[in-house]
């Protein structure tokens, strides 16, 4: 049996704990290490996963660590981990948003395999979206294995130019963010043309809903589903030309563009500051 150690016991971690007992991996294969107490037991109480205080107790027995801490606290588990990582060498797979492999293995050491991933909150309903990206020490086995741990709360895809893990954050990591606000927008529209909040926010909502589903079940190219949306001269036309009088493609490129610099620059703080 495969021991997975979860450091970190946070949203993210929960998601992917939930999702891996769904899959049939039973609760006392997992460890987490967390440093809040009140978490711990939540954990323990909805999951029945053993939850430590201290990092290097939930790893002890682990073939594969998830690190799911927030970036700024990656550098700070080199210490609680060393001796464990020396013991066992097990596959480490962050999490962590613009975290480079490089900075891994400088941190944890450069003989383990490490997978770096940006998994994204819809993981929380098995819903997610995750770009997976692996060092060359690990193997087909071990590939198989982080993919398994990631497609247990959706759909996963494997990079294999590390730089593009940056997209992968600004495109689907970010992404929910970005479907969110536009549910806003719309919600808001609806509102100030008169309608009742509620109404509004299950009409667009749904229609999010709607719009997903078709892209990912129909199989369709999205500018044909959009075609067929629009009537000559209709009124998705006149939505759609307004889009683009006011520049979409720009200002969606331009915000994916600044969700990628964020990656690469927060990457470089943690150069600065290990
Ligand atoms: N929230 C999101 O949409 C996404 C987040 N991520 C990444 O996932 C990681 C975790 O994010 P969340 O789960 O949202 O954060 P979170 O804040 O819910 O969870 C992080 C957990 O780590 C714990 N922690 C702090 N110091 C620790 C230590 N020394 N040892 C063990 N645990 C410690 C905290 O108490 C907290 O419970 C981050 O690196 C983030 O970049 C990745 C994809 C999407
Ligand atoms: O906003 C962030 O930095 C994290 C990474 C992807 C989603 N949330």
């Not at 060393?82 to 891994?104: C, E, F, K, W, Y």
């Not at 915000?255 to 703080?269: F, K, L, S």
């Amino acid at each position: 049996m495969t021991r997975i150690a979860f450091i970190g016991g946070g949203n993210m971690a929960r998601s992917l704990i939930g999702g891996l007992l769904k899959t049939g991996i039973s609760a006392s294969a997992m460890t987490v290490a967390e440093p809040r107490a009140e978490a711990r037991q939540e954990l323990g109480r909805d999951f029945g996963v053993a939850c430590f205080a201290e990092s290097r107790l939930a790893a002890a027995e682990a073939q594969v660590l998830v690190l799911a801490v927030k970036p700024q606290i990656m550098p700070a588990l080199q210490g609680e981990l060393r001796d464990t990582l020396q013991r066992n060498r097990p596959m480490l797979i962050s999490i962590a948003a613009g975290v480079r492999v490089d900075q891994l293995e400088r941190w944890f050491g450069g003989l383990l395999p490490i997978v770096r991933c940006m998994p994204n909150t819809p993981a929380l309903i098995g819903a997610g979206a995750t770009g997976l990206y692996a060092n060359a020490r690990v193997s087909p086995p071990q590939r198989a294995q982080a993919q398994h741990i990631l497609d247990a709360v959706g759909l996963t895809q494997w990079i294999n130019d590390e730089a593009l893990m940056d997209t992968v954050t600004a495109v689907s990591g970010s992404g929910p963010a970005y479907f969110f606000a536009v549910v806003e927008a719309l919600e808001d529209a609806a509102v100030a043309q008169g309608m009742p909040r509620e109404t509004a926010r299950a009409l667009a909502a749904q229609t999010c809903l709607g719009a997903g589903r078709m892209l990912t079940e129909s199989g369709e190219d999205p500018g044909e589903l959009r075609r067929r949306v629009t009537s000559p001269n209709g009124t998705t036309q006149a939505a759609l030309e307004s889009f683009a009088a006011d520049g979409l493609p720009r200002i969606v490129s331009r915000a994916v563009a600044a969700a990628t610099q964020r990656g690469v620059d927060m990457a470089a703080a943690l150069d600065n500051a290990s």
